[in-house]
């Protein structure tokens, strides 16, 4: 069996590459010899628990019993008992003291993880840390004689239409090296904190964790997948950066965890609807949507700030932002620049850890509202009462306006808003009754907008929609 991930038409682990600017060369061989000795095939073996539960096809006692059970034996069909699996990958040795990368799901849940070395030496491994949201591993050998290595080179480097080479295992054949072109650069696959370098090098399974190697033999990336619509190379194969593995492997080998920055809001693009509604000059920046307690709620975050700049860095898009958060030392005290209500204000932000964070459930203190309904923008709005609480299963917590149904031909609908969801605030303003998203409406017409930033929950999740307010 060899390791693979999917995703969209098939998305198959393994794939990469990446390099710096210059002519095709004459010969990869030179090339190809010289990283070689790093490069490693990874064999893992796993037990896998054998079926439980009644299988028998003859009533137990039955005189035919032990016939059958006999049967099912020479046929391979008897699995109640435990039995292996392996599974192939790649990976590449970055120290002569034996620390080797490779992918998560390539040594996920292994029992024993053999390291083959382009020599033909085996040496069992250990795992020293994994970051399933980047998909990286890092591994160690013990080894009484220093071993050949690779380094990091600088991924931001690397530009479309650069020579790379990817090497692994695929399909088993060991030590297989391919060549390519970097196809893309900053692609997103599915992760938070993906940042992948697209390649048309042959890439298939059992390439996954191997390198992908710029010109001058420096890893830009980490093969992980492969887009296709059959399981094999197409030429569409992704690697991850090697700006974003460096650091986790930095994080791993010194904690054997990552330790990612956290700040502490949701957050969403600005678009060119919500710029308008906030009265902003352009669609760029972040918009904070919610702020459970943490971090930036203690800075003075709100809901409505527009986040322009982190640690003096431009903030253009929501996926930049948690990158930069994440790869920001956690405890750091930053100053986070925000657009709100037309002024710019700067916060002193002391980032928390998320991975402590992720697990802690957000609880805010509840509000009853008077009850009455009324349709406005297409929607049939009620304030949350206990009865609309359990009907729509609204959390202990949620406080607004519900809304209990919508025009499907009405501009709310065709944004994505559904009966269920629970609008909290309408012109960065809360709303508990009717009248206060009337009112907000109105104040809105009375500034000349033509759009009103609702903010609406559904699930826990927060995110601003803007509606057209124009009659």
Known sequence: MFWLTTLSMVLIVSQSLSVDARGAPESFADLAEKISPAVVNITTSTTVEGRTGPQGIVPEGSPFEDFFRDFQDRNGQNQDRP??????????????????????????????????FFSGEELPATVVGTDPKTDIALLKVDTETALSFVNFGNSDNARVGDWVMAMGNPLGQGFSVSAGIVSARNRALSGTYDDYIQTDAAINRGNSGGPLFNMDGDVIGVNTAILSPNGGSIGIGFSMASNVVTK??????????????????????????????????????????DVPDGPAKDAGMLAGDVITKFDGVDVSDTRGLVRQVG?????????????????????????????????????????????????????????????????????????????????????????????????????????????????????????????????VRRAGDARFVALGIEE
């Open 83 to 116: 039995r292996r699996s392996s599974a192939l990958g790649s990976g590449f040795v970055i120290s002569e003291d034996g620390f080797v990368v490779t992918n998560n799901h390539v040594i996920e849940g292994a029992d024993e993880i053999t390291i083959e």
């Open 248 to 289: 986790v492997v930095d994080q791993l080998k010194e904690f054997g965890e990552t330790r990612r920055g956290w700040l502490g809001v949701r957050i969403q693009d600005v678009t060119a609807d919500v710029a308008e509604a906030l009265g902003l000059a352009s669609a760029s920046g972040v918009l904070v949507s």
């Open 327 to 455: 790869n920001t030392t956690v405890g750091k005290a930053v100053r986070v620049v925000v657009n709100r209500s037309g002024a710019t204000e700067t916060l002193l932000v002391t980032l928390g850890r998320r991975e402590e964070a992720e697990a802690v459930p957000v609880v805010a203190p509840m509000e009853e509202p008077a009850p009455e309904t009324s349709t406005i923008l297409g929607m049939e709005l009620s304030p949350v009462t206990e009865d609309l609480r359990t009907e729509m299963d609204l959390g202990a917590s949620v406080k607004g306006l519900v809304v209990t149904n919508i025009d499907e031909m009405a501009e709310a609908y065709t944004k994505g808003l559904r009966a269920g969801d629970v609008i909290t605030e309408a012109g960065q303003s809360q709303v508990l009754t009717v009248e206060d998203l009337e009112n907000r409406i109105t104040e809105a017409k009375e500034q000349g907008r033509k759009s009103l930033l609702l903010l």
